[in-house]
């Protein structure tokens, strides 16, 4: 058995995991967690996929109040965290609920957003600080991205945004190296926008998505390559495009998602899979696809979302084996 260091891992503590689940004859790589949604009405559902062996289970303590359009971010080993959206009641909100990987108890942020948001893109360099970008501030598109520090969950607005003001975006990230903001609209947009943790500073890859997308789902093999899937072209999509960290190329994989599907989220347990889950297909959707890494080969969950649901927010603890 060979012991694979996620990023930013901990040494100590992952050897401590695997020598435990040794005993218990369990091993464990962290989950994946679907977050809020709505199919007619707006959830507070915390979905769970235990990895390697993708089994479901449903939090008891859900997200603070039913949300869509919210994003998610993860702090690998630590916690994750779901924030802003549009509420039960009909408003956005600025909040920022925490979920303990440990024990899987929510709390949330003193601070949130600077200013109720929806319909964000989001991505985290795991060990550091977790980032939301875009999404439409009373019905108007913006350009701020918000930088959450993991030390003390201290919240800061970069100074340089998105490229331009969008909403409906997807994000992944590169965790130590880069994050990547990804298509959105109005109208569906190609962009790429690319933060170095470095410095923060931005770039724009000069090769974006392969067609304007606005709803896609994202997740990333750290270290590899990211994937931006599904979303709206004006016509909802199959398509899974595939950027190679290396030089950020891009190319469009051979098998896309089960169904055209939009308004989908996504999130992944780096070095071995991807998922994207939820969304809008012909109906709303429970279906999760399943991305293998070593291959890109796409399979689909037996056991899907514990409910159909699309505007729903993803995250993931990839910490372990």
Same mark, same amino acid.
């Given at each position: ?8 891992? +901990? ?25 809020? $949604? ?8 915390? &979905? ?5 062996? &993708?089994?479901?289970?449903?939090? *008891? ?65 795991? /060990?550091? *600080?977790?980032?939301?970008? /875009? ?5 108007? +598109? ?35 190296? @880069? ?15 690319k933060y170095a943790f470095a410095d923060d500073s931005r770039t724009t890859l000069g090769t974006g998505l392969s067609s304007g997308v606005g709803m896609p789902g994202a997740m990333a093999n750290s270290g590899t390559a990211g994937y931006v899937g599904g979303g709206t072209t004006g016509s909802r999509v199959t398509t899974v495009d595939k950027f190679a960290?290396?030089? !950020? ?12 599907? !939009?308004?989908? *989220?996504?999130? @992944? ?11 809008? &297909?012909?109906?709303?959707? !429970?279906?999760? &696809? ?5 291959? !890109? ?15 729903? $927010? ?8």
């Amino acid at each position: 058995m060979s012991i694979r260091y996620g990023a930013r891992s +901990r040494p100590g503590t992952m050897v401590s995991t695997w020598l435990n689940s040794l005993v218990s004859g369990v091993v464990t790589t962290g989950a994946g967690y679907f977050a809020g $949604g709505n199919s007619g009405s707006i959830v507070d559902t915390v &979905d769970k996929f235990t990895f390697p062996n &993708d089994v479901r289970s449903t939090l *008891a303590t859900g997200l603070s109040t039913g949300t869509r359009m919210q994003a998610g971010f993860a702090n690998s080993g630590t916690a994750g965290y779901f924030g802003g959206g549009r509420s039960a009641a009909g408003g956005t909100v600025t909040t920022v609920d925490k979920f303990a990987f440990s024990n899987d108890a929510r709390s949330t942020l003193g601070t949130g957003l600077a200013t109720a948001t929806d319909q964000m893109g989001a991505f985290a360099n795991s /060990g550091t *600080a977790g980032y939301i970008g /875009g999404g439409e501030v009373s019905y108007n +598109r913006v350009d701020e991205v918000y930088k959450f520090a993991f030390s003390d969950d201290g919240r800061t607005t970069l100074g340089t945004g998105l490229s331009s003001n969008r909403g409906q975006l997807a994000g992944m990230a590169n965790s130590g190296t @880069a994050g990547y903001f990804c298509g959105g609209q109005w109208p569906p947009a190609t962009t790429v926008d690319k933060y170095a943790f470095a410095d923060d500073s931005r770039t724009t890859l000069g090769t974006g998505l392969s067609s304007g997308v606005g709803m896609p789902g994202a997740m990333a093999n750290s270290g590899t390559a990211g994937y931006v899937g599904g979303g709206t072209t004006g016509s909802r999509v199959t398509t899974v495009d595939k950027f190679a960290f290396s030089d !950020d190329g891009r190319t469009t994989l051979g098998t896309g998602l089960s169904a055209a599907t !939009d308004e989908l *989220a996504g999130m @992944a347990d780096s070095g071995t899979a991807g998922y994207f889950g939820g969304g809008y &297909d012909s109906n709303y959707s !429970d279906k999760v &696809d399943k991305f293998t890494f070593s291959d !890109d080969s796409r399979t689909t969950l037996a056991t899907g979302l514990s409910s159909a649901r699309k505007f729903l $927010g993803a995250m993931a603890d990839t910490e372990g084996l």
